[in-house]
């Protein structure tokens, strides 16, 4: 079973300053794992992930992730916040494939980002 | 269309009642997928389709709980004897087939059971 645990339900940042939402995760298996960002009734949009290969990430909006295996980490950064950052981010894990071929993604109980001047 | 499309937006329903969610998946995707959302909390899996037949409906909570894809494209959720608990945000992605390839999720339909 796979699990996913983000610390903070809540986050907030002054413009200009570094974004940083924490993602830690439980695999039994090597893990695929998802950044997604929930902006007001929009669906779901994938930030980033991590398959294979390179362990730090570069996604979306300047957002990037480095997986960090000994620590089941994958948290999510940004240098420098902006305003339209704002939005509720979703931390993912998925065990690879499913029957047939695709994903089932557990995810995060999210991290409702603010951005103030 | 440009992306996945989920109607009704909004859904209003007493309970005992029976309602039916859509899912219009971004055209050319083999591989469906419906989540539910309740408040505060993440997405969680229902059922995933590879064409038309489900691959992994382990996510049901119940046998009021069913969905179909009858050609491979559209997919309804079906949820019988609704319940207050049913209240949530139903979300629906798309993507194509393999492990790598992102889902593509729509707007969601907001299901609430009064």
């Known amino acids: 079973a796979q699990s996913v645990t983000q610390l903070g339900s809540h986050v907030s940042v002054s413009e200009g300053a570094l974004v940083l939402l924490r993602c830690n995760y439980s695999s039994s298996v090597p893990p695929y794992l998802f950044w997604y960002v929930q902006y007001p009734n929009q669906g779901l949009q994938l930030l980033l992930k991590?398959?294979?290969?390179?362990?730090l990430v570069k996604g979306i909006n300047g957002f990037e992730a480095e997986f960090k295996k000994s620590e089941t980490s994958f948290h999510l950064t940004k240098p420098s916040a902006h305003m339209s950052d704002a939005a509720e981010y979703f931390c993912?894990?998925?065990?690879?494939?499913?029957?047939?071929?695709?994903?089932?993604?557990?995810f995060g109980t999210g991290t409702q980002l603010k951005v103030e001047l | 269309g440009a992306g996945v499309s989920q109607t009704p937006s909004n859904k209003v329903t007493e309970k005992g009642k029976y309602v039916e969610l859509r899912c219009d998946p971004i055209?050319?995707?083999?591989?469906l997928y419906w989540y539910r959302q309740s408040l505060g909390q993440g997405p969680e899996f229902l059922i995933y389709?590879?064409?038309?037949?489900?691959?992994?409906d382990s996510g049901l909570p119940n046998d009021r709980f069913f969905a179909v894809r009858p050609e491979g494209s559209v997919s309804t959720l079906k949820i019988q004897r609704t319940e207050r608990g049913d209240s949530a945000v139903y979300l629906c992605?798309?993507?194509?087939?393999?492990?790598?390839?992102?889902?593509?999720f729509g707007q969601g339909t907001r299901l609430t059971v009064v």
């Open positions: 992605a798309s993507s194509l087939r393999g492990e790598n390839t992102e889902a593509f």
């Open positions: 055209s050319g995707h083999t591989a």
């Open positions: 991590y398959t294979t290969g390179a362990t």
């Open positions: 389709f590879q064409g038309t037949g489900a691959a992994d």
């Open positions: 993912a894990v998925s065990d690879g494939i499913l029957t047939g071929g695709g994903n089932k993604l557990t």
